[in-house]
C-alpha cells in the first residue's frame, strides 16, 4: 500500500541550529513534492514545491532535497529560530493525478 | 486580499444531526479542495472541484458526505447522520488554477464536535 511517512516524534533543537525533517514514501511516482508549515488552529501554509526532477531546492533559510532512488525528501531549516516552531509536513502528488497526499506532519520545537 | 475564509470556525453536534460547513475561495480560484484533519494526523483528502469539471470524490469516507460548489465559488461540505468518528478538523483550501503545482492556498478549518 502507497504510505508517507514522517518522524511522529517531535523534534527539538536548539535555536541557531539546523533542523532537518524527513519525508520517506513507499509505493508512489510523485510528479512533485511540497512542504506545508502549521502552526497550531490554523490551516497549512505552503513552503516549497520541488519536482521529480529536481535534486534541491532553496528559499532563503529553506533546503528542500529530493531523491527519487531513496525515495525521500529531506526539509531542513537553517540558522533555526523559535518562530521556526512548527508541524512541518509534506505532500506528494503522483504523476497521474491532481491531489496532494500528505504526510502526518512533524512537530518542530526551536528552543532559545 | 482576502484569503480563504470557512464558517463556522466551531461546530458542536450531536450524533446522528446533519451539519454544513461552508468555504469561500480566493476570488477567481478555480479549483478547491476539501479536507479533514483528526487530531494529530496528516490531513486526508476528501473531495476537488476543479472549474466546470466534475468534481473528484475519490476521498470522501462515506455516502453521508457530499459537497457542493456553486456558481465556481462558494462550497459547501455536508454531513449526514454525524457519527463521533467525524470529529476533525475540516480545512478548505483553493489554488488559481493548473493544481497540484499551483500552490494551494487554506483557510484556517472548521472544528468538528460530534457528541
Known amino acids: 500500500s502507497q504510505k508517507i511517512e514522517q518522524n511522529s516524534e517531535a523534534l527539538n533543537i536548539q535555536e541557531g541550529k539546523t533542523a532537518t525533517l524527513t519525508c520517506n514514501y513507499t509505493?508512489?511516482?510523485?510528479?512533485?513534492l511540497q512542504w506545508y508549515r502549521q502552526d497550531p488552529g490554523r490551516g497549512p501554509v505552503f513552503l516549497l514545491l520541488?519536482?521529480?526532477?529536481?535534486k534541491e531546492k532553496r528559499k532563503e533559510r529553506l533546503k528542500v532535497t529530493f531523491d527519487t532512488t531513496l525515495k525521500q525528501s529531506l526539509f531542513h531549516i537553517t540558522a533555526s529560530q523559535p518562530a521556526d516552531s512548527a508541524t512541518y509536513l509534506c505532500?506528494?502528488?503522483?504523476?497521474?493525478?491532481?491531489?496532494?497526499?500528505f504526510g502526518g506532519g512533524t512537530r518542530l520545537m526551536v528552543k532559545p | 486580499g482576502a484569503g480563504v475564509s470557512q464558517s463556522p470556525s466551531n461546530k458542536v453536534t450531536e450524533k446522528g444531526k446533519d451539519v454544513e460547513l461552508r468555504c469561500d475561495p480566493i476570488?477567481?480560484?478555480?479549483?478547491l479542495y476539501w479536507y479533514r484533519q483528526s487530531l494529530g494526523q496528516g490531513l486526508e483528502f476528501l473531495i476537488y472541484?476543479?472549474?466546470?469539471?466534475?468534481?473528484?470524490k475519490s476521498g470522501l469516507p462515506s455516502d453521508r458526505f457530499s459537497a457542493e460548489r456553486t456558481g465556481g465559488s462558494v462550497s459547501t461540505l455536508t454531513i449526514q447522520r454525524t457519527q463521533q468518528e467525524d470529529s476533525a478538523v475540516y480545512l478548505c483550501?483553493?489554488?488559481?488554477?493548473?493544481?497540484?503545482?499551483?500552490?494551494?492556498?487554506f483557510g484556517p478549518g472548521t472544528r468538528l464536535t460530534v457528541l
Open positions: 483550501a483553493s489554488s488559481l488554477n493548473l493544481p497540484p503545482t499551483d500552490t494551494q492556498y
Open positions: 509505493n508512489y511516482s510523485p510528479a512533485y
Open positions: 520541488i519536482r521529480e526532477n529536481e
Open positions: 505532500a506528494l502528488v503522483p504523476n497521474a493525478g491532481n491531489m496532494l497526499t
Open positions: 476570488s477567481g480560484h478555480t479549483a
Open positions: 472541484f476543479q472549474g466546470n469539471s466534475a468534481p473528484d
